[in-house]
């Protein structure tokens, strides 16, 4: 199973917003609404941060967003923090896998 | 507060055989199905492994099937992962994570442990 597709780096200044969109298939991404996004610190482990394609998890601030489009989904960062600065992996329920991670987006914030 | 900590990482030869433990606390962890997902050095995230809340339905990535167990212990709170046959390229930090799904599809991990080091090497 091939993992989705995510850029590899990303960044932005202090309150700016970015996206990191994350691109799959039909089978995957585009079929089911069960995208869900992590952050990763480095030496921590991942922390869920979106999930069903939209939904944030209680704790988690309202400047994280995710949508769906077709088969890309995206995660929108606004009014970026200096402790946004991490890496981010999208994961997708897939009709064959049955899951899989996108290969990690280095978030920089500038 | 939900808690999941690892155990049983180490250094072990290729070829040699691992078991992994998962230890929950902080909620009922027969109603959750649990996974594990391991990170190669400098690597993304790859999902290894899960096991529905029952213990009776259980999947592999194709890089670990035929080589990895899974296996859980409703009672003792604990997830297990038996890895045989191990290769170079398994190693990597192993994170066991809880788990949502409905009808043995998984959706999203809501809770990770904090990993433990698998290095196989001569």
């Not at chain 1, 992996?89 to 896998?97: E, G, L, P, Q």
């Not at chain 2, 649990?34 to 194709?62: C, F, H």
Request: glycine share 12%.
């Amino acid at each position: 199973q091939s993992a989705l597709t995510q850029p590899a780096s990303v960044s932005g200044s202090p309150g700016q917003s970015i996206t990191i969109s994350c691109t799959g298939t039909s089978s995957d991404v585009g079929g089911y609404n069960y995208v869900s996004w992590y952050q990763q610190h480095p030496g921590k482990a991942p922390k869920l941060m979106i999930y069903d394609v939209s939904n944030r998890p209680s704790g988690v601030s309202n400047r994280f967003s995710g949508s769906k489009s077709g088969n890309t989904a995206s995660l929108t960062i606004s009014g970026l923090q200096a402790e946004d600065e991490a890496d981010y992996y999208c994961s997708s329920y897939t009709s064959s896998s049955p899951l899989v991670f996108g290969g990690g987006t280095k978030l920089t914030v500038l | 507060q939900v808690q999941l900590v690892e155990s049983g990482g180490g250094l072990v030869e290729p070829g040699g055989s691992l078991r992994l433990s998962c230890a929950a606390s902080g909620f009922t962890f027969s109603h959750y199905y649990m996974s594990w997902i391991r990170q190669a050095p400098g690597k993304g995230l790859e999902w290894v492994s899960y096991i529905i809340n029952s213990g009776g339905t259980t999947y592999y990535a194709d890089s670990v099937k035929g080589r990895f167990t899974i296996s859980r212990d409703n009672a003792k709170n604990s997830l297990y992962l038996q890895m045989n046959s191990l290769r170079a390229e398994d190693t990597a930090v192993y994170f066991c994570a809880r788990l949502r799904g409905l009808l043995a599809a998984p959706y999203y991990f809501d809770y990770w442990g904090q990993g433990t080091q698998i290095t196989v090497s001569s």
